[in-house]
């Protein structure tokens, strides 16, 4: 990535995606999401070497959400290794991310970590692996990016729960198949708790970076094998921005992990890892910024995988 002038290259970028005629709406079925910013703006950059660029609101903290389904995936496999693929799917849904019509045809194995009945059972996993999985995903962030104030944002983890009969409903159909080990209660807490942690842009490019890097750590230690990084980063292309994977693919072309939000992290294999944030949502969730702002990045770079 020598000889790029990245503060050039997000500045263009930005502008380049502010020219999209749609803006899209912030979430407004979590309430706490509703009252975002929606003109917000943010892009980072970090490469596999340690250094960050940013631009727009790239250092201001925004909620997660589904990104942090990415981090406890990658943390279920560290721990506990491929037994974790016996519970859950590794295919596109095709449907909505907290759709439940799948579950019953398929004996409560959800499609893929990435829709909201998957990320439950690999977050079962986790808690069932460390006792903490909340803590494990927010430790997790804090020493792969260097900031240690980053938090679980309590009141979003609050609304998210008083208003998630939709996630209950998902947890107990997939506990009624036995594909649950701890109690519902806890899965869901600890679930609304990681999806509710508030980080910036630039904090998430750096922790993306280890996907960038076949799965070896800030520090140097390694996370995940190349043959797991591999696959995250395959089932992140393929499943990580809900039932528009394929139109992100064809845009963007990069690996990928969306939330409601309004944040996105592309993995640049071997190069580094981009965070963009725009809460404005598409019909899938996605970000329309966020795309946008990807899409001009892959056009303007050749960075795509393909």
């Known amino acids: 990535m020598g000889g790029v002038d990245y503060q050039q290259l997000l500045h263009d970028v930005m502008d380049t995606a502010l ?43 925004f909620s997660v959400q589904s990104v942090s389904k990415l981090f406890t995936l990658a943390l279920a496999l560290a721990e506990g290794g491929d037994d974790l693929w ?32 998957g990320a439950l059972v690999v977050t079962d996993r986790l808690l069932e692996l460390t006792g903490d999985a909340v803590g ?21 983890a609050s609304s998210e729960a008083r208003h998630g009969h939709r996630n209950a409903a998902l947890a107990h ?7 649950l080990r701890n109690p519902v209660d806890s899965v869901l807490a600890h679930y609304y708790a990681h999806c509710a942690i508030a980080a910036s842009c630039r904090d998430l490019a750096l922790v993306g970076r280890f996907l960038a890097s076949h ?34 693919a064809f845009r963007v072309g990069l690996p990928g992990k969306s939330g409601v939000g309004g944040g996105i992290l592309a993995v640049l294999p071997g190069r580094g890892a981009v965070c963009v944030w725009g809460p404005g949502l598409d019909q899938a969730g996605n970000s329309v910024l966020g795309v946008a702002a990807l899409d001009a990045l892959t056009t303007a770079t050749g960075w795509s995988v393909f």
């Not at 910013?37 to 892009?43: H, K, S, V």
């Not at 596109?92 to 799948?102: I, R």
């Not at 997790?140 to 944002?153: M, Q, W």
């Not at 750590?217 to 089932?235: F, P």
């Open 136 to 156: 494990a995903v927010r430790d997790f962030l804090r020493a792969e990016s260097g900031n240690p104030t980053i938090e679980v944002d309590d009141a979003v």
């Open 19 to 61: 020219r999209a005629p749609e803006r899209g709406r912030p979430a407004d079925y979590i309430p706490a999401l509703a009252v975002v910013d929606p003109t917000a703006f943010g892009m980072a950059i970090a490469t596999v070497g340690g250094e960050v660029y940013g631009a727009g609101d790239w250092e201001t903290p």
């Open 173 to 179: 159909f997939i506990a009624s198949y036995g594909n």
């Open 86 to 117: 016996k519970r859950v799917g590794r295919e596109p849904s095709g449907n909505p991310f907290n759709s439940l019509v799948q579950l019953e045809t398929e004996h409560g194995i959800p499609r893929n970590p990435f829709i909201n009945a």
């Open 215 to 248: 799965g070896v750590r800030a520090d140097g230690s390694r996370l995940l094998t190349r043959s797991e990084a591999k696959r995250v980063n395959a089932v992140l292309l393929t499943c990580g921005t809900y039932d528009a994977a394929g139109e992100f």
